[in-house]
């Protein structure tokens, strides 16, 4: 009997670790490896071409003094403006689409549809809504005010509003998501017990829901940070080398042409890193302080 379990013990430790070997593998290849080889990088020279030379601290003493970076960063940086944004959107619709009615399912899968489609090919659809001659965003601007819409991705000014408008309609759909299933999770004890109380309508949105939703407040504003810094693909349909006086280039774009296109490897390698350990530092005060506001039922 004891030599039946040893048998079987080993067996099944012997088929958990050919399970767990592939992805063990994967994460030592494609992560582990490449992210100790760009750390060695940013403190190299390389073009891909010519063997890497050793140059130190050049490549940070270069980035903090480069204008494309800050500007980058600071591109970067205003983009977040469409997570409060977004959210305060999100929640509306959720709030809206959190009732017994006929065909709600329809209209919440519309609003998500956005969320699944290819990315490319709803830059190329902004792009040609956008266009400042005739996109269909300033032809309803003509026909509604009389007046020429902005050049949307031809203005400096323009630009950066343009990628958080269209952050918000390929977004809200995914938090609209998230808050909904928050609402749905309430228990309507609060609310009968707040009515008794004679808590208005806005007291019980301020003082129940809010708090109770929290949770995913904080979830939301996490990866919306994370997903705007690691944003890239719209800026390169829509900002062609980085759009205007750079005005549409993030900090990722900035990495992109460092690297693919003046293959300046080290150097893009030292900026990720710099983007790497912000994004770290910025999730870890946002996680400090979390206890602070975030409702733990």
């Given amino acids: 009997m004891k030599k039946t379990i040893t048998g079987y013990r080993r067996k099944e430790i012997i088929w958990s ?10 994460f030592l290849i494609f ?9 060695g990088l940013s ?23 480069d204008e494309k970076f800050y500007k980058s960063l600071y591109n970067t940086v205003f983009l977040l403006l469409g997570i409060p944004l977004g959210m305060i959107v999100s929640m509306i619709l959720a709030i809206m689409m959190n009732r017994k009615l006929a065909g709600i399912s329809i209209f919440r899968t519309i609003y998500y549809i956005p969320v699944i489609s290819p990315i490319i090919a709803v830059s190329l659809l902004w792009q040609w809504m956008l266009n400042y001659d005739y996109g269909l965003v300033n032809e309803f ?14 203005d400096p000014n323009w630009v950066k509003p ?9 977004g809200v759909g995914g938090t609209m998501v998230l808050y909904l299933a928050g609402l749905q999770g309430i228990s309507s004890t609060y609310y009968e017990a707040a009515e008794v ?29 994370i997903g705007t810094f690691q944003s890239f693909s719209q800026m390169y349909i829509l900002a062609a080398d980085g759009g205007p006086e750079y005005s549409g280039a993030t900090i990722v774009y900035y990495i992109f042409q460092e690297a693919f296109k003046y293959f300046n490897m080290g150097y893009a390698s030292s900026v990720a890193w710099v983007l790497g350990i912000l994004i770290f530092i910025i999730t870890l005060v946002q996680f400090r302080l979390s206890k602070r506001w975030v409702y733990q039922d």
């Fill in 197 to 225: 109380d004679g808590a208005s309508r806005w007291h019980q949105f301020r003082h129940i829901t809010l708090p109770l939703l929290s949770p995913i407040h904080f979830y939301v504003v996490v990866m919306g940070i």
């Fill in 17 to 26: 670790l050919i399970f767990v070997t592939p992805p063990v593998l994967g």
């Fill in 162 to 170: 343009s990628f958080i408008i269209m952050g918000l309609w390929g």
């Fill in 141 to 154: 601007i003509w026909k509604v005010f009389g007046t020429q819409g902005p050049n949307w991705l031809g």
């Fill in 43 to 65: 403190f190299m020279s390389w073009d891909m071409l010519t063997p890497s030379e050793v140059v130190g601290f050049d490549n940070f003493n270069y980035m903090f003094n």
């Fill in 31 to 39: 992560g582990l490896a490449p992210l100790l080889t760009s750390f």
